[in-house]
DNA sequence: CAAGAGATCATCT
DNA sequence: GATGATCTCTTGA
């Protein structure tokens, strides 16, 4: 990390959900797993925001797996969908408001046994099942920390993207959620 | 190309 | 017992 560089504390996301989502684009995500470090640019992420969102799991009230998402920002909710893919997220908002973001892709996957030389991989990493995938993302970090001590961080790295670069769009998969599937909550690097 | 099916399991009803 | 914030492969026009 050089001196550039601002580590992403809960004071980040306990702000609003679509701004948090809208920001977490360009910033650099780490996870450090096995002695290998992956890093990688978040290039799309999706707003989940509050219980009256239907396309939101918190919806539903605060069961077993959503009640990270009504805990303190910064901490991590990962769940396995289609019994296959986990999928990442990060609580924003301050404790008993639920809402997550969920991040959707990333880019230049490079992998460091020392944090120092990175060397790129070229596998695919524009989806959310697949970034997951790629970067060794499972459900033991769920409900952990976002912080180099639990082994996932994210770190702003000072990469600016241009408003006009950044394009939004209705979140993917939700047609269940009457209203709300409609939300431009998308937001993407074009 | 677009559309459809299958994979596979934690969580909720 | 049903279902899903996905992905890949197969089918058919």
Known sequence: MNQKSILLTPEFFIRDTRLVA????????YHRINKKVYKAIITET??????????????KGKTKRTSVMFDHPGLIYIYLIYG???????VTMP???????L????????????MKKFEKINHPT???GKLTKQLQIDGRLNNKL????????VVDEGIEIPAD???????IGIDYAGKWKDKPWRFYYK
Not at 46 to 59: K, V, W
Not at 103 to 114: C, G, T
Request: positive net charge.
């Open 165 to 171: 670069k950044i394009q939004t769009g209705k979140r």
């Open 126 to 128: 524009d989806g959310p």
């Open 46 to 59: 999706e707003a989940y925001h509050g219980a009256g969102d239907l396309a939101c799991h918190c919806s």
């Open 95 to 101: 404790k008993n408001f639920p809402a997550a973001v």
């Open 84 to 90: 296959i893919y986990y999928m990442l997220n990060i």
């Open 22 to 29: 809208r920001e977490l684009l360009g910033k650099v995500i």
């Open 146 to 153: 976002l912080t180099p001590n639990t082994g996932l961080w």
């Open 103 to 114: 991040i959707r892709a990333v880019k230049n996957l490079q992998v460091s046994f020392d």
